[in-house]
């Protein structure tokens, strides 16, 4: 099992900046893939950026050039640095984390955008 903790997530105003953070812990050893998705209400959850052990990273079209996705592998947390926020951007954001065979979801964290 992995566990994950998310932190980071808030209100802010359009423009500005909020920084995600997600710890895991457990049987890590499996984990290559992690990243944040997010969801609206009514809508599917769908991916916002992905990074693998080695650092290849997929991240959304909507989000290029404001949106940054990076780990530390020594910590096991995975970070998302969000510039330039947009009301859009208003989710709960979940972090992710894959093995190739099972995937393992954080409880979620609110990102509210203010127009």
């Known amino acids: 099992q992995v566990q994950l903790v998310e932190s980071g997530g808030g209100l802010v105003q359009a423009g500005g900046s909020l920084r995600l953070s997600c710890a895991a812990s457990?049987?890590?050893?499996?984990?290559?893939?992690m990243g944040w998705y997010r969801q609206v209400p009514g809508k599917q959850r769908e991916l916002v950026a992905t990074?693998?052990?080695?650092?290849?990273?997929t991240i959304r079209n909507s989000v290029k050039g404001r949106f940054t996705i990076s780990r530390d592998n020594a910590k096991n947390t995975v970070y998302l640095q969000m510039n330039s926020l947009k009301p859009e951007d208003t989710a709960v954001y979940y972090c992710?984390?894959?093995?190739?065979?099972?995937?393992?979801w954080g409880q979620g964290t609110q990102v509210t955008v203010s127009s």
């Open positions: 992710y984390a894959g093995s190739g065979y099972l995937n393992y």
């Open positions: 990074i693998t052990a080695g650092g290849d990273t």
């Open positions: 457990g049987s890590i050893f499996s984990i290559n893939t």
